[in-house]
């Protein structure tokens, strides 16, 4: 079992910054990618960014792009989520997600292991 574990969510002004981190342990040797999504109240949960966990090619959501950057920390096990720039409409639990298996990085269905998430709220 993986049980990946995040921290660092809170209260922001709109333009601030927020760094999540996201620390994994069990049977972390096999991971492939790790990833973070959000979910807001009433919506679905939606991707934000994923890192390749040998290679640490990264991907991420166009809302994303630009203002947000993931990195990773093997010797860890930890992924971490710098947050720069932010919105109101960032507003979410932020859930970390990790898998052991190749599939879309994007997709909410590709991923087996999810921590319970860190709430960050920007006010406007």
């Known amino acids: 079992q993986v049980h990946p574990v995040e921290s660092g969510g809170g209260l922001v002004q709109a333009g601030g910054s927020l760094r999540l981190s996201c620390a994994s342990s069990?049977?972390?040797?096999?991971?492939?990618?790790m990833a973070w999504f959000r979910q807001a109240p009433g919506l679905e949960r939606e991707f934000v960014a994923a890192?390749?966990?040998?290679?640490?090619?990264?991907f991420y959501a166009a809302s994303a792009k630009g203002r947000f950057t993931i990195s990773r920390d093997n010797a860890k096990n930890t992924v971490y989520l710098q947050m720069n720039s932010l919105k109101p409409e960032d507003t979410a639990v932020y859930l970390c997600?990790?898998?052991?298996?190749?599939?879309?990085?994007?997709?909410?269905?590709?991923?087996?292991?999810w921590g319970q998430g860190t709430t960050v709220t920007v006010s406007s």
């Open positions: 997600a990790q898998r052991s298996r190749s599939g879309p990085y994007s997709s909410v269905d590709g991923y087996d292991y």
């Open positions: 069990g049977r972390t040797f096999s991971t492939l990618t």
């Open positions: 890192i390749t966990w040998r290679g640490g090619t990264t």
